[in-house]
């Protein structure tokens, strides 16, 4: 049984980045190696890519399991963006002991 | 040379006449100052406490905690559609009344009645008190007097206020002309919410400090740009385009050119990919307005992108131009710690790209927020080794040297002082 859409069925080894919180993709990030965080990155960038038309034709209103789950994989690209684009460092530079935790996030 | 129009005096300092001499941060490393603060300005001011979405229908409720008013108060719809106010303790024997698992944490839900858990008395939405368990074991026992403790509760565009003086003045009075100025932006199309939480180490007010000036962003921001757009930041410094400062309010009016930028290589792949960053979503979406009521973009520039507006004591509304806006609140819990709520509101989105879209904008946000908690913990670890007790405050940082000093005259009125006289406090030793 397939987790994503069929057409992005190469994304299928980073399915457990398909997370709905946000603090549980924020949490894998801190958990992960920058190679971890470039990897993933590498692979779902270039899908996003092909993806942005795909993805304008989805409403959310009744959106399948599968285009769910590549949405949550997606917003965990977004999550890791920062990291790999900026950081080259898993956390927030300087950013010690504090936290920022999301407590109200629209579901999808 | 300014790169825009300052006002005839030459600074914004001037002009509200602020004063230019160094400034003390005594109001932000003493328990005794935030004491007088709590009963001077929490306790005497109009507080936002949430928007009416969190009400959605009759028997809506949410608690808010407010330590720094020294109390915790429920917000309900009443079955008339009412928006009311309580402060959350039963009548009986002073139990909380509405909470769930942690008395010390907020809940929210719907409701026909609240039900005290200790006894069981039970309370209508209008407050009254309706059921006593074993009333006839009480001594004379009128229900009519044991109704909940009420507390002031107004509305301004959909933002619901409570303030604990009886006395205070309506709200529309308090927020004034920024307040008026802003009236009709259509808040309430924009109901898509990512609210954040932070506990951070430092003064409430040295978190708005960071907040009210740009100054700060070419640099503490620095690595969000590329590394070229970042020292031509750095090079440019910061100017807003407008200050307006009215009773204890005050705004500050920047430019934007980042939604979108004028340079796609301006901005980092992700960005480049979705259209989306700090400063919002490009595309903004149709909101059905004209014209921006009149106190947006005060200076009518062209370069506008976002108007940052402090309503004293601690409710910033940031409102961009693509459409969308935020807010931020700073609920002290000592003089030296204060819990952050920092919350985006979209216009719902219509499908799965533009969901991606505000998810990026709501990250990014938390990325710069992260960088700015830290560094107000090592601010406020600073000023209290009270080594530096005087600072210089450029003219960018206006709104800082009006807070702490509105700050300060609140206490100053409480103590029955003239404005401007120093604080009685002892300092720490």
Not at chain 2, 130 to 139: A, D, G, I, K, Y
Not at chain 2, 240 to 251: E, K, N, R, T, V
Not at chain 2, 278 to 293: K, M, N, S
Request: net charge negative; hydrophobic share 40%; glycine share 6%.
């Amino acid at each position: 049984m397939p987790i994503l859409p069929i057409a992005f069925s190469n994304l299928e080894p980073f399915a457990d980045w398909a997370l709905p919180a946000e603090d549980d993709r924020y949490a894998k990030r801190l958990a992960s190696t920058m190679d971890e965080l470039q990897t993933f990155y590498d692979a779902a960038f270039s899908h996003l890519e092909a993806a942005t038309e795909h993805l304008r034709t989805v409403r959310l209103d009744g959106i399948s399991e599968e285009d769910k789950r590549l949405l949550w994989l997606f917003a965990s690209l977004v999550t890791v963006s920062f990291p790999v684009e900026v950081w080259r460092q898993p956390r927030v530079p300087d950013s010690g002991s504090s936290s920022f935790d999301a407590i109200i996030e629209p579901a999808i | 040379m300014p790169h825009f129009t300052k006002p005839d005096e030459g600074s914004w300092t001037e002009h509200f006449k602020l004063g230019t001499g160094t400034v003390s941060y005594d109001d932000s490393i003493s328990p005794e100052f935030y004491e007088l603060e709590r009963a001077a300005i929490f306790r005497k001011t109009w507080l936002n406490v949430g928007r009416v979405e969190q009400l959605a229908k009759n028997g809506s409720y949410f608690t808010r905690e407010l330590d720094s008013a020294g109390t915790s108060v429920v917000i309900v719809r009443d079955m008339k559609g009412e928006v009311r106010a309580f402060h959350n303790v039963c009548r009986h024997r002073g139990n909380k009344l509405v909470w769930n698992d942690y008395p010390r944490e907020e809940t929210s839900g719907t409701c026909r009645q609240f039900t005290c858990k200790y006894h069981g008395w039970r309370y209508g939405l209008e407050g009254d008190l309706t059921f006593v368990q074993q009333e006839s074991e009480f001594f004379d026992l009128d229900k009519s007097d044991f109704g909940l403790a009420p507390v002031r509760v107004e509305l301004w565009e959909g933002f619901i206020f409570v303030n604990l003086d009886a006395n205070a003045q309506p709200l529309r009075d308090y927020l004034g002309r920024l307040a008026a100025g802003i009236e009709g932006y259509p808040f309430h199309k924009m109901t898509q919410v990512h609210k954040y939480r932070a506990e951070v180490g430092s003064n409430w007010k040295l978190f708005i400090d960071a907040f009210m000036e740009f100054y700060h962003a070419p640099v503490l921001h620095a690595k969000q740009a590329t590394a070229e757009e970042s020292r031509k930041l750095q090079g440019y410094g910061y100017e807003a385009l407008y200050y307006d400062i009215d009773g204890p309010h005050s705004m500050v009016s920047s430019w934007g050119g980042m939604a979108p930028p004028k340079d796609i290589n301006m901005v980092k792949p992700i960005e480049r990919l979705l259209r989306s960053g700090l400063f919002g979503v490009w595309d903004a979406p149709d909101i059905g307005v004209d014209e921006l009521p009149l106190g947006l973009n005060p200076a009518r520039s062209p370069a506008w992108g976002e108007d940052s507006f402090l309503f004293f004591p601690n409710f910033m509304l940031l409102i961009w131009k693509p459409n969308w806006y935020l807010t931020y609140h700073y609920w002290p819990t000592s003089y030296n710690t204060h819990i952050f709520e920092g919350t985006l509101y979209f216009v719902p989105p219509t499908n799965a790209f533009e969901r991606l879209q505000q998810e990026l904008a709501a990250v990014t946000f938390r990325e710069y927020g992260l960088q700015d908690c830290n560094t107000l913990e090592a601010t406020q670890s600073m000023l209290e080794t009270r080594v530096v007790d005087s600072f210089p405050l450029c003219d960018q940082e206006i709104a800082l040297r009006h807070l702490h000093a509105t700050a300060r005259a609140y206490v100053a009125e409480h103590q029955g002082r003239p404005a401007g006289t120093p604080v009685r406090i002892t300092a720490a030793s």
